[in-house]
């Protein structure tokens, strides 16, 4: 009967050995492990203020910053976009809409807009639409600087739509005419106007015929419901968008002088090329008796800036973001740990007085009691039996 063979293993060791004699972390074992109220409660107090320093740093890097930066505007092929819609206090065959820029190119080439029978006077629901969009408009207008960020990372449109349907007609004839539409112009200095009389276009340039006009039938009080370039961005606030004016005599010029900016807007989401714009007005009544010459109507006077504004969103790297969390934890930690032994030491020293003390004066009083005892039975009178 042949012996049977016994398979021998040799414990080789864990390949980990090696690698773990390289640990320079201190390990302390739970049996030797001291802990103390106070300890426990500085561990509290670290760990829900670990909390609420990581919370406000999410926030933080959450919260985006915005940043404008300056650069020559070198894109001169693009387009500029116009979007309009004004309504006029006189009827449309009386008016005329156009735009001559500095190429004197045919105004048909720019598309024409839409001419539309109203009444001035708004109804009940168009008049809180419009009375709500001139004040906000204009508190953001005289705000702006103080809310910009806020406009930007909101993403809050300033266009509240267009008027809505009226709840009631008038029963009287139309006196006014709503002018309304976008037209695509050439990225030069240009003037768009409204004016009375319908245009007749030459080789070189367009008049607007009013022979059959008399004085009564001007009236150039307007009401800017969207004035606008480019294509809509929100953040971006629209200086003439609620604006009303009724002039007290019927010849009457306003002039408006706008400096159109290009403007970049770089979100996280999308990306925008759109158009901002700055204006100043002035008005005058034409009398020519008086030797207040011009002609009445609704000038735009507008020029291109040479400068684009960029707004581009940005936020810290996450590479900071993840630094910053970690001299949080880590720095919270540290410094707890250096208050939790200096208080433990006061407290150690303190209890070791107190107990010095107390153990001293418990002594003493034992030494006192021994003393008193053999004094007492010393003093006592010795009987013979």
């Known amino acids: 009967m042949e012996p049977e063979k016994v398979t021998m293993l040799r414990y080789r060791g864990s390949r980990l050995s090696k690698v773990k004699k390289l640990d320079i972390f201190p390990k302390v074992e739970e049996p030797f492990k001291e802990t103390s109220s106070v300890g426990g409660t500085f561990s509290i107090i670290s760990f829900l203020l670990i909390l609420w320093l990581v919370y406000s740093e999410v926030n933080y890097y959450l919260d985006s910053k915005f940043i404008f930066k300056f650069s020559p505007d070198v894109e001169l092929d693009e387009q500029l976009k116009i979007n309009v819609d ?50 906000f408009n204009s508190y953001l207008r005289e705000e702006y600087h103080a809310v910009k960020d806020l406009l930007w990372r ?43 009389g319908k245009s007749l276009h030459l080789p070189r340039g367009h008049v607007h015929i009013n022979a059959f006009m008399s004085e009564r039938d001007y009236n150039f009080s307007h009401r800017i419901n969207k004035f606008s370039f480019g294509d809509p961005s929100p953040g971006i606030v629209h ?19 706008i400096e159109v900016v290009p403007t970049n807007v770089d979100t996280f989401l999308t990306s925008v090329k759109t158009y901002q714009y700055s204006v ?29 504004v960029t707004v ?11 630094a910053r969390l970690s001299s949080i934890v880590g720095g919270i930690f540290v410094c707890s740990g250096i208050v939790n032994r200096i208080v433990q030491f006061l407290i150690d020293c303190v209890m070791c007085n107190w107990t010095s003390k107390f153990f001293k004066k418990h002594t003493d009083n034992q030494v006192n009691d021994k003393a008193s005892l053999i004094d007492g039975v010393s003093t006592q009178p010795l009987q013979v039996l």
């Open 86 to 135: 004004i309504t006029v206090a006189m009827p449309c065959h009386f008016l005329g809409a156009d735009i001559l820029d500095s190429t004197n190119q045919n105004a048909f080439k720019f598309g024409a807009l839409e001419e539309e029978d109203t009444w001035f006077e708004l109804a009940q629901n168009q008049h809180i639409h419009f009375e709500n969009k001139r004040h």
């Open 154 to 196: 909101s993403r809050f449109s300033t266009h509240f739509g267009d008027l809505p349907a009226r709840n009631d007609k008038p029963d009287k004839p139309f006196d006014a005419c709503r002018i309304h539409g976008s037209l695509i112009l050439n990225k030069v200095a240009g003037n768009f106007h409204i004016t009375a």
């Open 239 to 257: 200086p003439l968008e609620g604006d009303e004016l009724v002039g007290a005599y019927g010849r009457t010029l306003f002039n408006y002088f």
């Open 280 to 308: 100043k007005a002035l008005s005058r009544p034409i009398d020519h008796d008086k030797g207040s010459h011009g002609i009445p109507g609704l000038f735009f006077k507008y020029d291109v800036s040479a400068l684009r």
């Open 312 to 322: 581009k969103q940005e936020r810290d790297n996450l590479g900071v973001f993840l």
